[in-house]
């Protein structure tokens, strides 16, 4: 890490022991995304559903049992059938009204909130003291729309996908037009896909010519299941029924920190907290946030009309990013790419 500190809250260390700063990288929800597409089915618990622990558990199957079938994934899958998928209407309707106050006044949601430490929230403190609820932005640690997906569930947190010594591997080799990509004599082999932090060399803004960078590579593959009633069609597009070029979410380019994401200046409750969206709405610069643009190219050739109640088999979430330094990444640009499309609804 960098030094940086903060302190635990008191209802975990009373003497509100200090440790290290986090920094994640976050996604970012709005309402106007669900006002284009369905809202995704894995929106997080909030108030009094986590008051065990502001924790989001997953509880899923390890990546290589194989009592249930998989279907579609963030990488690539193959599709089964899964005739005892649970509904998920009462969900969706709840959804739907996310961005609004569930509660009769909003000195109702600022008590709740202070009491629960909710971060997912859009209370606003005034100009003139009083409380006022506009929520327009979500700040997610993990990737909306992906869910049931083995060894994640319903929250696939976006460190734990790309940083996982474990699961991360190297592209294979690859030949196109008589050419060898990624072959046994690439340098890049030199190193496992995520190098120890000594071994990273950035690139600076004159070393184009000169130098070769070595930084962290993933590859990886997840088996997931659609949660939605595929034979059903929705008002809006579900996210799978994206055309090409749309964004249903975006990501934050920059890691950001305890603070940034829960929009408290402490680990008290205070009088100003805003949530992880009063970070998005101090941002100046567009820029900052990168949309996950779709590429939906391939339905083309299944059928001309493939757009709704056509389902794609395999979804690439391709994330570029720049190595700022030795310990600091920047994303630059992310793309969901859908392939192998069908028609069968039966099949999750």
């Given at each position: 890490?960098n030094?940086?500190k903060?302190?635990?809250?008191?209802?975990?260390s009373?003497?509100?022991?200090?440790?290290?700063?986090?920094?994640?990288?976050?996604?970012?929800?709005?309402?106007?995304?669900t006002?284009m597409f369905?809202?995704p089915?894995?929106?997080?618990p909030?108030?009094?559903?986590?008051?065990?622990?502001?924790l989001?558990?997953?509880?899923?199957?390890?990546?290589?049992?194989?009592?249930?079938?998989?279907?579609?994934?963030t990488?690539?899958?193959?599709?089964?059938?899964?005739?005892?998928r649970?509904?998920k209407?009462?969900v969706?309707q709840?959804?739907?009204?996310?961005?609004?106050?569930p509660?009769?006044?909003?000195?109702l949601?600022?008590?709740?909130?202070d009491?629960?430490?909710?971060?997912?929230?859009?209370?606003i403190?005034?100009?003139?003291?009083?409380?006022g609820?506009?929520?327009?932005?979500?700040?997610?640690p993990?990737?909306?729309f992906?869910?049931?997906c083995?060894?994640?569930?319903?929250?696939?947190p976006i460190?734990s996908l790309?940083?996982?010594?474990a699961?991360?591997?190297l592209?294979?080799?690859a030949?196109?037009d008589?050419?060898?990509y990624y072959?046994t004599d690439?340098r890049?082999?030199q190193?496992?896909p995520?190098?120890?932090?000594d071994d990273?060399?950035a690139?600076g803004?004159?070393?184009?010519?000169t130098?070769?960078?070595?930084?962290?590579?993933?590859?990886r593959?997840l088996?997931?299941?659609?949660?939605?009633?595929?034979?059903?069609?929705?008002v809006?597009?579900?996210?799978?029924?994206?055309d090409?070029?749309?964004?249903?979410?975006?990501?934050l380019?920059?890691p950001?920190?305890y603070?940034?994401y829960?929009g408290?200046?402490?680990?008290?409750?205070s009088?100003?907290?805003?949530?992880?969206?009063q970070h998005?709405?101090?941002i100046q610069s567009?820029?900052?946030?990168?949309?996950?643009?779709?590429?939906?190219?391939?339905?083309?050739?299944?059928?001309?009309?493939?757009t709704?109640?056509?389902f794609p088999?395999?979804?690439v979430?391709d994330?570029?990013?720049?190595?700022?330094?030795?310990?600091?990444?920047?994303?630059v640009?992310?793309?969901?790419?859908?392939?192998?499309?069908?028609?069968?609804?039966e099949?999750?």
């Open positions: 890490g030094g940086e903060r302190p635990l809250s008191p209802h975990i009373w003497e509100e022991r200090e440790v290290d700063m986090e920094y994640v990288f976050a996604s970012r929800l709005t309402s106007q995304n006002k369905s809202p089915l894995n929106l997080p909030r108030w009094s559903s986590l008051e065990r622990g502001r989001l558990l997953s509880m899923s199957k390890t990546p290589d049992n194989t009592a249930t079938a998989t279907a579609t994934a990488a690539t899958a193959t599709p089964a059938t899964n005739k005892d649970r509904s209407m009462a969706t709840q959804s739907n009204r996310f961005w609004d106050n509660f009769h006044t909003s000195e949601a600022k008590e709740a909130t009491g629960y430490l909710e971060t997912f929230h859009g209370m403190l005034r100009d003139d003291d009083t409380y609820y506009e929520m327009s932005d979500l700040v997610l993990y990737l909306p992906f869910s049931s083995r060894g994640f569930d319903s929250y696939i460190w790309f940083e996982s010594s699961e991360c591997a592209p294979e080799t030949t196109q008589n050419v060898e072959g690439w890049r082999r190193y496992p995520l190098p120890h932090r990273i060399s690139v803004p004159f070393d184009i010519r130098f070769y960078p070595v930084a962290d590579w993933c590859e593959k088996h997931c299941q659609y949660e939605e009633e595929l034979g059903q069609t929705d809006l597009p579900r996210w799978f029924e994206a090409t070029g749309d964004m249903p979410f975006s990501v380019r920059d950001i920190n603070h940034e829960t408290r200046k402490a680990t008290h409750a009088a100003d907290d805003g949530g992880g969206q998005v709405h101090s567009p820029d900052t946030f990168i949309p996950a643009k779709v590429d939906r190219t391939a339905a083309l050739a299944f059928d001309e009309d493939c709704k109640l056509c088999r395999k979804v979430l994330v570029s990013y720049y190595q700022v330094d030795q310990t600091t990444k920047r994303i640009e992310v793309n969901l790419v859908y392939d192998d499309f069908d028609r069968d609804a099949t999750s």
